[in-house]
């Protein structure tokens, strides 16, 4: 059992390390370019390499906190799922900031979660009634590209390539939104400590959670 844990833990470290760094270099070119400079792939790389501490940090207390839910969750009872999915929430709001507010404020890991809880309360209260819909558009995405996508190519041809052909669009789709949704945590970073939001709406920024 422990060392199914080790695994996970591993494994779990080693994704998380390598979305932040990438999520992190995203950030920065999107605040780069709400912040009237001119973005490129190179200055996000180099940014993320200049922060490595900070996105190995948030690696392991990403994983961490993986761990302690799945194990939770593995108890397999009903008050286990909605004790998991209730901490998976509160965990989601206080953790919401933390990469812009290790990149940009010079905190450590758990001055940053702290400081990410508090940016939340401070701008949105208690009004988290919804997020933003971002879980419903992968949705409607898959069910209006990589589906079809999939369906045509196994009439064409046979259901091993439909699957492959529906996994492959549904991968891009998920690299697409994925990235999106970090621009638009980016945007609501910059609208949370009151700076420039670019081309973002505010008054959309404003109602994300209600």
Known sequence: MLYLIF????????????????????????LEYINGAKPSLRKGIAFSLSRIGAVLSWAL????????????????ERISDFITDLLGAIW?????????????????????IK???????????????????FGFIYIIFFLLIALPAGVYVYNKSNIFSGIIVTLSVL??????????????KAGLYQYAI????????KEKLSNSFV
């Open 61 to 76: 207390i990403s994983a961490t906190v993986a761990i302690i839910l799945k194990i939770i969750e593995e108890k397999s």
């Open 7 to 30: 695994l996970f833990f591993i494994y779990y470290l080693i994704n998380y390390a390598a979305i932040i760094f990438f999520n992190l270099a995203l950030v920065h070119c999107t």
């Open 92 to 112: 989601s709001m206080l953790a919401f900031f933390v990469l812009p507010v290790m990149a940009y404020e010079n905190l450590n890991v758990f001055q940053a």
């Open 171 to 184: 991968s891009v789709i998920i690299c697409f939104l994925s990235s999106a949704e970090t621009v638009f």
């Open 194 to 201: 009151g700076a420039p939001v670019g081309d973002f709406s």
């Open 115 to 133: 400081r990410s809880g508090s940016l939340f309360k401070k701008t949105w209260g208690e009004r988290v009634g919804a997020s933003f819909a």
